[in-house]
């Protein structure tokens, strides 16, 4: 098993003739992600050259659903569309096939784009938006898996971690962390670090509860907001899983925006010190040093019976 | 990005909201001239910064150093005083608990009429990022400080949550107004502004529209007191209109030039920079610098596809503070090869001639092949495997504590 993405799902890619899209697909496919096809509205006919595989492309997201019964869509389409591709694709999956994953990749949407488009979301059964401004998900198999986003494939192995992060490269960090002590990771999420966002950290730990490969959670925030915080409580109510973690931006000063933009300390909330604290009451053992994830983790899982 | 007061107050005025009559002026001859149009009566005469606390603020020389005035938003009864406070604004530098100690020049005013004032309200539309919605806040103590009431009285504070698909609907602002102890004429006048202002924050992609305070006068009339607007810059590209009020004067000079060079840069007050890829990672390396008894001098994001040429830019960037006294790249390569980062590393520090230590963490798609090329390069630069390692490293090589 894994979350939401099999090893091998059938992935459309949304703005696969762009530049960014043709790279990634290609990236993706040969990481072994099944990649059915994609989606350029306007191109459809065309097939896309992507070393390993010939993508066919199709105009719009319903015809491709119905053409490749596709179980997940990543977006690489400009921000100021992105927001339109989500709903395309979550009345796609909802009208042929009655569920699918929609992963956005795109940094820079606008924020009253993404209230929209995650309310639209919300309000579509079956569909779940990861992202945007994201890495994307990866379930990583014995040979291949399933890549569907940014990431850089081979620092990956099948194993029983479940990790869930704002942050890309920190994410990467984390997966590093978690190979340096021979562990493997069941499924990474990267959630994004924009404002409004799809996913959030309770629904991955919920799904890697739920999950049987997976045995412990590596859970890396930053500051901004307040979804560690709704994390940790959630994790001190209904976790059994060990998890462990990490906050970027203790020596991040309030009022500036730290690069994503939703990592902001606003009116003295979103602080990295009041989300270690939480994490830390619910149980949830955090590193100060991104480089000691593995040893926090490798403790966790020894106290846990797991190694 | 933020705009001006009388920048937001004309958006308003554009909209048909209530605001008083206001004029904007850069010398103390239009400050009297303004005084004169607006009827020789009562005026405000405030001070124009991007940041707020201006009316508790303090008015510096900026030669001396020395305090010229008390408060940088002045009631005005007659033209002398007009006078007065003008001269004591415009040029000097205004400090208030946003700005920082260095405070803001200040180059802009606005003098505007008064009103007979019944009560001070504040109120804020911005998005809540938990609900995923926008959120109405309004507190009938207008004129403090939001976070104070925020914190002492979180019960005084009143919250409407408008659901995208719905919109804001006329019930949600009658009841804002009655929980606000709102009646008569002055509920409708609440209504007519608060729905407008809240079109105007969708139409206009808003990130935060704060007035405080906001005002019923005598006569049962709400009017806008206050206007402080920011706008989402990932929305800008569909409003060029509001892109022409930005004030690039009130922005740090370094960041706006990192941002046009695809960077994400903020300065900090430390002697040791960093040029990292990804904004966690490169706020996790500050924070493992201060970790390891080091103070960071930035955070600086390279994004995910830094080419060479961007990393020479942000090399340049870093070094153009003085404080610098030594560098940490941290680099995990995913879609970015460490090679290429390697080659860029090199050719920014032969280019720049850096003579500050230097300590280089790759790791990622071809390090091998990366720190092969920065032993080989015959350059003084510190390789290391681990961001510990790396930050332990760079304190050391530029003395701090540890």
Same mark, same amino acid.
């Given at each position: 098993m894994s979350i939401w993405i099999g090893e091998d799902a059938k992935v459309l890619v949304q703005g696969i003739t762009g530049n960014q899209g043709t790279f990634h697909a290609t990236k993706m496919a040969e990481y072994g992600t099944n990649i059915v096809g994609g989606v350029t509205p306007r191109k459809g006919g065309q097939i896309v050259d992507l070393g390993s595989v010939q993508a066919p492309v199709w105009n719009t997201m319903v015809e491709a659903i119905e053409a490749t019964d596709a179980d997940a869509s990543v977006i690489y389409v400009p921000p100021r569309f992105a927001g339109a591709a989500i709903i395309e694709a979550a009345n796609a999956f909802s009208q042929v096939r009655g569920n699918g994953v929609i992963v956005c990749i795109t940094e820079g949407i606008p924020t009253l784009d993404m209230v929209k488009a995650v309310d639209h979301v919300h309000n579509t059964d079956g569909v779940r938006l990861i992202g945007p401004n994201c890495p994307g998900i990866i379930t990583p198999g014995e040979t291949g898996g399933s890549k569907i986003g940014i990431?850089? +494939? !081979?620092?990956h192995a099948k194993g029983r971690i479940g990790i869930v992060s704002k942050s890309g490269t920190l994410t990467y960090e984390a997966v590093a962390q978690t190979m340096s002590i021979d562990e493997g990771q069941s499924t990474c999420i990267g959630?994004?670090?924009?404002p409004v966002n799809g996913t959030g950290f309770i629904d991955c730990l919920s799904a890697f509860e739920n999950d049987?490969?997976?045995v412990a959670v590596v859970m890396i925030g930053e500051i901004g907001g307040t979804a560690e915080e709704d994390a940790a409580a959630w994790v001190a109510e209904n976790m059994s899983k060990p998890v462990v973690g990490f906050v970027a931006g203790m020596t991040a000063p309030p009022?500036?925006?730290? +690069? !994503?933009?939703?990592a902001i300390i606003s009116g003295g909330k979103g602080t990295a010190s009041e989300k270690v604290a939480a994490m830390e009451a619910a149980g949830i053992r955090c590193a100060?040093?991104?480089?000691?994830i593995g040893a926090v983790l490798l403790e966790s899982l020894k106290t846990a019976g797991l190694r | 990005m933020n705009i001006h007061e009388y920048q937001g107050k004309q958006l308003f005025r554009d909209a048909g909201l209530a605001v008083q009559d206001g004029v904007h002026c850069t010398s103390v001859e239009q400050a009297l001239a303004a005084y004169d149009a607006l009827g020789g009566n009562v005026v405000a005469v405030k001070s124009q910064i991007h940041a707020g606390g201006r009316g508790k603020g303090s008015l510096h020389s900026p030669?001396?150093?020395?305090?010229?005035?008390?408060?940088?938003v002045k009631i005005a009864f007659n033209r002398e005083e007009v006078e007065t406070y003008a001269q004591n604004i415009l040029g000097n530098i205004l400090v208030t608990k946003q700005t920082g100690s260095d405070g803001k020049r200040v180059n802009n005013l606005y003098v505007e009429g008064g009103c007979k004032i019944a009560h001070e309200y504040y109120l804020a539309i911005l998005i809540d990022r938990e609900e995923k919605m926008p959120l109405i806040m309004a507190s009938c103590?207008?004129?403090?400080d939001i976070e104070e009431v925020a914190e002492?009285?979180?019960?005084?504070i009143f919250k409407v949550h408008v659901d995208p698909s719905d919109g804001l609907l006329p019930e949600q602002v009658e009841g804002l107004a009655a929980s606000l102890g709102l009646a008569g004429a002055a509920v409708d006048s609440f209504v007519e502004n608060i729905s407008g202002l809240f079109d105007l924050f969708v139409s206009k992609d808003c990130s935060m529209v704060e007035i405080n305070p906001l005002v019923r006068t005598e006569d049962d009339r709400i009017v806008l007191l206050d206007a402080k607007v920011g706008f989402d810059d990932n929305a800008l590209f569909r409003h060029p209109d509001i892109i022409e009020?930005?004030?690039?004067?009130?922005?740090?000079p370094t960041e706006v030039r990192a941002k046009a060079a695809g960077l994400s840069y903020v300065k900090l007050d430390g002697d040791i920079g960093c040029l990292v890829n990804g904004a966690g990672l490169a706020m996790a390396t500050m924070d493992v610098i201060k970790l390891y008894g080091g103070e960071p001098a930035n955070f600086l994001d390279v994004g995910g596809g830094a080419n060479e040429e961007q990393v020479t830019t942000a090399f340049g960037i870093i070094m153009?503070?003085?404080?610098?006294?030594g560098i940490l790249v941290n680099i995990f390569g995913g879609i970015m090869r460490c090679d290429i980062i390697a080659r860029g590393v090199i050719a920014a520090t032969q280019a720049l001639a850096l003579e500050d230590p230097l300590v280089v963490r790759l790791v990622g798609t071809n390090f091998e092949e990366g720190r092969r090329i920065l032993a080989e390069s015959g350059l003084n630069i510190h390789t290391a495997e681990t961001l510990a390692e790396g930050a332990k490293m760079i304190v050391e090589l530029v003395g701090g504590e540890s």
């Amino acid at each position: 098993m894994s979350i939401w993405i099999g090893e091998d799902a059938k992935v459309l890619v949304q703005g696969i003739t762009g530049n960014q899209g043709t790279f990634h697909a290609t990236k993706m496919a040969e990481y072994g992600t099944n990649i059915v096809g994609g989606v350029t509205p306007r191109k459809g006919g065309q097939i896309v050259d992507l070393g390993s595989v010939q993508a066919p492309v199709w105009n719009t997201m319903v015809e491709a659903i119905e053409a490749t019964d596709a179980d997940a869509s990543v977006i690489y389409v400009p921000p100021r569309f992105a927001g339109a591709a989500i709903i395309e694709a979550a009345n796609a999956f909802s009208q042929v096939r009655g569920n699918g994953v929609i992963v956005c990749i795109t940094e820079g949407i606008p924020t009253l784009d993404m209230v929209k488009a995650v309310d639209h979301v919300h309000n579509t059964d079956g569909v779940r938006l990861i992202g945007p401004n994201c890495p994307g998900i990866i379930t990583p198999g014995e040979t291949g898996g399933s890549k569907i986003g940014i990431m850089p +494939g !081979h620092i990956h192995a099948k194993g029983r971690i479940g990790i869930v992060s704002k942050s890309g490269t920190l994410t990467y960090e984390a997966v590093a962390q978690t190979m340096s002590i021979d562990e493997g990771q069941s499924t990474c999420i990267g959630i994004g670090g924009d404002p409004v966002n799809g996913t959030g950290f309770i629904d991955c730990l919920s799904a890697f509860e739920n999950d049987e490969q997976t045995v412990a959670v590596v859970m890396i925030g930053e500051i901004g907001g307040t979804a560690e915080e709704d994390a940790a409580a959630w994790v001190a109510e209904n976790m059994s899983k060990p998890v462990v973690g990490f906050v970027a931006g203790m020596t991040a000063p309030p009022g500036k925006r730290m +690069g !994503h933009a939703g990592a902001i300390i606003s009116g003295g909330k979103g602080t990295a010190s009041e989300k270690v604290a939480a994490m830390e009451a619910a149980g949830i053992r955090c590193a100060n040093d991104p480089s000691e994830i593995g040893a926090v983790l490798l403790e966790s899982l020894k106290t846990a019976g797991l190694r | 990005m933020n705009i001006h007061e009388y920048q937001g107050k004309q958006l308003f005025r554009d909209a048909g909201l209530a605001v008083q009559d206001g004029v904007h002026c850069t010398s103390v001859e239009q400050a009297l001239a303004a005084y004169d149009a607006l009827g020789g009566n009562v005026v405000a005469v405030k001070s124009q910064i991007h940041a707020g606390g201006r009316g508790k603020g303090s008015l510096h020389s900026p030669q001396s150093g020395e305090l010229v005035m008390q408060g940088g938003v002045k009631i005005a009864f007659n033209r002398e005083e007009v006078e007065t406070y003008a001269q004591n604004i415009l040029g000097n530098i205004l400090v208030t608990k946003q700005t920082g100690s260095d405070g803001k020049r200040v180059n802009n005013l606005y003098v505007e009429g008064g009103c007979k004032i019944a009560h001070e309200y504040y109120l804020a539309i911005l998005i809540d990022r938990e609900e995923k919605m926008p959120l109405i806040m309004a507190s009938c103590e207008g004129g403090m400080d939001i976070e104070e009431v925020a914190e002492k009285t979180p019960e005084a504070i009143f919250k409407v949550h408008v659901d995208p698909s719905d919109g804001l609907l006329p019930e949600q602002v009658e009841g804002l107004a009655a929980s606000l102890g709102l009646a008569g004429a002055a509920v409708d006048s609440f209504v007519e502004n608060i729905s407008g202002l809240f079109d105007l924050f969708v139409s206009k992609d808003c990130s935060m529209v704060e007035i405080n305070p906001l005002v019923r006068t005598e006569d049962d009339r709400i009017v806008l007191l206050d206007a402080k607007v920011g706008f989402d810059d990932n929305a800008l590209f569909r409003h060029p209109d509001i892109i022409e009020l930005r004030d690039l004067s009130e922005e740090e000079p370094t960041e706006v030039r990192a941002k046009a060079a695809g960077l994400s840069y903020v300065k900090l007050d430390g002697d040791i920079g960093c040029l990292v890829n990804g904004a966690g990672l490169a706020m996790a390396t500050m924070d493992v610098i201060k970790l390891y008894g080091g103070e960071p001098a930035n955070f600086l994001d390279v994004g995910g596809g830094a080419n060479e040429e961007q990393v020479t830019t942000a090399f340049g960037i870093i070094m153009e503070d003085p404080n610098v006294k030594g560098i940490l790249v941290n680099i995990f390569g995913g879609i970015m090869r460490c090679d290429i980062i390697a080659r860029g590393v090199i050719a920014a520090t032969q280019a720049l001639a850096l003579e500050d230590p230097l300590v280089v963490r790759l790791v990622g798609t071809n390090f091998e092949e990366g720190r092969r090329i920065l032993a080989e390069s015959g350059l003084n630069i510190h390789t290391a495997e681990t961001l510990a390692e790396g930050a332990k490293m760079i304190v050391e090589l530029v003395g701090g504590e540890s």
